[in-house]
Nanobody, 120 residues
């Protein structure tokens, strides 16, 4: 069994910076892509950023140039640094990993989500 645990959410003022982290734990697994998605009330869940195990990145258009995703493969961890935060960034942020379980296959694994609120 594999679990994802997010941390770093909270309240920040517009223009501020916040960093999120997500760590995978379990046994007999490998991770391909990891990433962050977000969902605001009344809106669809949307891509924030993803990163492969080869460190290729993809960003949602609304966060490009402001957010940076990185990962530490040895620690099974993905980080998201969010700069120049705007009120429209307010959402629940979910970590996602494409997890390969030995002898079973590949599964999408989601974290529980962490709230990011940008408000003055």
């Amino acid at each position: 069994q594999v679990q994802l645990e997010e941390s770093g959410g909270g309240l920040v003022k517009p223009g501020g910076t916040l960093s999120l982290s997500c760590a995978a734990s379990g046994s007999a697994f490998n991770i391909d892509a990891m990433g962050w998605y977000r969902q605001a009330p009344g809106k669809q869940r949307e891509l924030v950023a993803t990163i492969t195990n080869g460190h290729m990145t993809n960003y949602g258009e609304s966060v490009k140039g402001r957010f940076t995703i990185s990962r530490d493969n040895a620690k099974n961890m993905v980080l998201l640094k969010m700069n120049s935060l705007k009120p429209e960034d307010t959402a629940v942020y979910y970590c996602k990993a494409d997890v390969f379980l030995t002898g079973r296959g590949t599964f999408d694994v989601w974290g529980q989500g962490t709230q990011v609120s940008v408000s003055s």
